[in-house]
């Protein structure tokens, strides 16, 4: 099934400027979000996956600034739009904000004011993505929090987050995302700070709306298990690159990168024996400002080719394949 | 024989309100929990948020007092000590014997210390002499598998993963005889968190270690635990040795946590019993069963009658009145 293209991100790079010298947050990272399907991104900390989200939503802040690449909304369309050139706080990339794309964060409190009522906050964000009436937008919010779950939605549009718990703050942080009725929505980490029962109602909740509104998932995560549950395709990130690629199935049954086998070995797991030990990588992720030369996995991967990984940076996956950034993967193939 | 019985352990908390600050409630933290550890075992706690399980630890260090209940200790062979009740000035010289690894490692090191002090702080507060002191951190510094070129260096020269080993060793410095690890591995990385995994295993077989391992993820305690205690609103509402629980769960809130953690596999996708509700306020538990209006196996009598913690086969407790007949779904 060939799914609508909603957005192309092509060779994306993000620098970090600091006395201690340049990080490259993000180094050529391409791949497309489709509608209906849930692309999930997964990697360690400083892998570069959170300031993927950030950049679409051109909230990256100094001294970290977009040094290359295009995120096309629509690409091939003729309302395609690059929001790498548009002004971050232009009137349009605010519209795009909130309204095209919609955002979901690890805390909702993050999204969510304290001063003011869940109904407020939702009525603020109807009204600025929509020519609704104050009444209109009222009886929208009240539907958005039916819609994500939340039981008596007319009596909850009075009470403010800090009453809520944190499944419900959770689900009020998603009414927030849906507000500007968007089609496609980036989820950071949605369900990191919650319970594990908790995480599988949003999750399910999660599933469901997409589903339904056919949105272009983004799922953000470092959890292997949410990944399985949820994602079509997977992008496995390291150091700011998209090293390994594929649709859900192959990558947890034949991933080509050796940092994603070895990544999904040393996963804990719920069906482990007694007692059972994990394979490990050895060291640990390097800061982004001390990238390794060549391959940046080299000096962690055990089947690294003497003199050409240390030396030599495989070629970017071609977005849309399957594939691993990895010599050996180009071998194989 | 046992490093650590628990007995009806309780902590309540008063909630004051008004101007006279009157107690008008109390939130049942903990409302009577019992188990033990047997040397060289590791129990897990488990249970979500707001459970209980940290503050049963924190009972068990004395960082809180409880309000009642006995933790008797046995800091050495043919001596026992009731926790709970000995007086402060009694308590000190027993710390040595029971230690405590934190979860995050960024700040439970000090920043202003060599790695060497800080694993050295322990021996020093009980006198152990300089000499044997510098031997001990080597040794140490061996144990959790770091360079013995650590000890000068700062603790922010090393990555999370290092410094927990850092925690871990400055912890069994003075070979406890009872190590409370409170979360050791959530704040840590995929690929840092299975080295810590396969170090504590490690230590569990050389040192023979007693350990109480809280933890809320459930993938982690199937790999470092022998047997586990899940809790749920102040209780314990079912212990097991670890296969068991995880295989074959005899209470419906257990196979619903199991059934909540997604496996690393998609092939099970959509596998899972739907989880309803939300964790209950231990300000205001429900009657009868506190599970009861999440469970999708409750009947009348749960709403109404507490279940109490009742010997369910082999090493098996549960709280569940209907546990006998339910056939509840695990992981396998």
Not at chain 1, 86 to 104: C, E, F, K, T, Y
Not at chain 1, 151 to 158: A, G, N, Q, V
Not at chain 2, 134 to 144: G, K, S
């Amino acid at each position: 099934m060939v799914e609508r293209t909603s957005l192309s991100i092509r060779d994306l790079a993000v620098q970090f400027e600091s006395e201690q010298g340049v990080v490259r947050a993000l180094d050529g990272v391409s791949f497309d979000l489709q509608a209906g399907r849930t692309l999930g991104i997964v990697g360690e900390s400083g892998c570069g996956k959170s300031v993927t989200a950030r950049s679409i939503l051109r909230l990256v802040d100094r001294p970290g600034r977009i040094t290359g690449g295009r995120i096309l909304l629509d690409p091939g369309t003729p309302a395609q739009a690059d929001l790498v050139a548009l002004n971050p706080d232009s009137r349009q990339m605010r519209a795009v904000r909130g309204g095209r794309i919609g955002l979901i964060f690890q805390e909702p409190m993050t999204a969510l004011s304290v001063h003011y009522t869940v109904g407020n906050q939702i009525m603020e964000a109807v009204l600025q993505h929509s020519g609704a009436s104050p009444q209109e937008a009222r009886a929208r919010a009240i539907e958005l929090l039916r819609e994500v779950g939340i039981p008596r939605p007319e009596l909850r549009l009075d009470s403010y987050p800090f009453e809520l718990s944190g499944g419900l703050r959770q689900r009020v942080g998603i009414a927030m995302a849906l507000a500007g009725d968007p089609d496609i929505v980036i989820a950071d980490e949605p369900t990191t700070a919650l319970d594990v029962t908790t995480q599988a109602q949003i999750l399910a909740l999660l599933r469901g709306l997409q589903e339904r509104k056919r949105i272009a998932l983004m799922l953000i995560t470092h959890d292997m298990g949410v990944i399985a549950e949820m994602a079509d395709d997977v992008a496995v990130m390291y150091l700011g690159r998209i090293v390994g690629f594929a649709p859900v199935m192959e990558l947890f049954k034949a991933p080509r990168h050796p940092y994603t086998r070895a990544l999904l070995r040393a996963v804990p797991s719920i069906l482990a024996a007694p007692r059972q030990r994990l394979s490990t990588i050895g060291g640990a992720v390097p800061h982004p400002g001390l990238r390794p030369t060549g391959c940046a996995f080299h000096p962690r991967c055990t089947e690294a080719l003497e003199g050409r990984c240390a030396r030599e940076a495989p070629p970017p996956i071609p977005p849309g394949q399957a594939g691993a950034s990895c010599f050996l993967a180009e071998a194989v193939a | 024989m046992n490093v650590l019985e628990v007995e009806d352990l309780r902590k309540h908390f008063p909630i004051r309100a008004g101007l006279l600050r009157r107690e008008v409630g109390r939130v049942r933290a903990v409302d009577g929990v019992s188990f033990q550890i047997a040397a060289g075992e590791t129990l897990a706690l488990v249970g979500e948020s707001g459970c209980g399980k940290t503050t049963v630890s924190r009972c068990i260090l004395r960082a809180q007092r409880a309000t009642s209940g006995a933790i008797r200790f046995a800091p050495e062979a043919g001596r026992v000590v009731d926790l709970a009740s000995l007086p402060k000035r009694e308590l000190r010289p027993l710390r040595r014997h029971m230690q405590m690894i934190f979860q995050d490692p960024y700040s439970s090191l000090n920043p202003r210390m060599m790695v060497g002090d800080i694993i050295a702080e322990p021996l020093k507060v009980n006198g152990v002499p300089a000499a044997e002191r510098q031997a001990r951190v080597l040794e140490l510094l061996e144990l959790v598998q770091m360079p013995p070129g650590a000890r000068t260096r700062f603790p922010h020269a090393f990555s999370g993963g290092q410094r927990q080993r850092i925690g871990i060793a400055r912890a069994l410095a003075l070979n406890p005889r009872l190590v409370v690890a409170d979360e050791p591995v959530s704040a840590l990385d995929v690929s840092v968190q299975a080295q810590i995994i396969n170090l504590l295993l490690d230590l569990q077989d050389r040192l023979g270690l007693s350990m109480l391992f809280v933890a809320h993820d459930l993938s982690v305690v199937r790999h470092v635990s022998d047997r586990v205690a899940v809790m749920y609103v102040g209780r314990i509402v079912e212990v097991a040795p670890t296969d068991a629980l995880y295989r074959t769960p005899r209470h419906p809130y257990t196979e619903t946590l199991l059934a909540a953690v997604p496996a690393p596999d998609p092939a099970r996708r959509g596998r899972r019993i739907a989880v309803t509700g939300e964790v209950a306020d231990p300000a205001h538990p429900p009657p009868g069963c506190a599970f009861h209006p999440r469970c999708p196996h409750a009947v009348e009598r749960c709403r109404t009658e507490r279940p109490e913690l009742t010997e369910a086969g082999a090493g098996r407790w549960v709280s569940c009145h209907r546990a006998a007949e339910l056939d509840l779904m695990g992981v396998r």
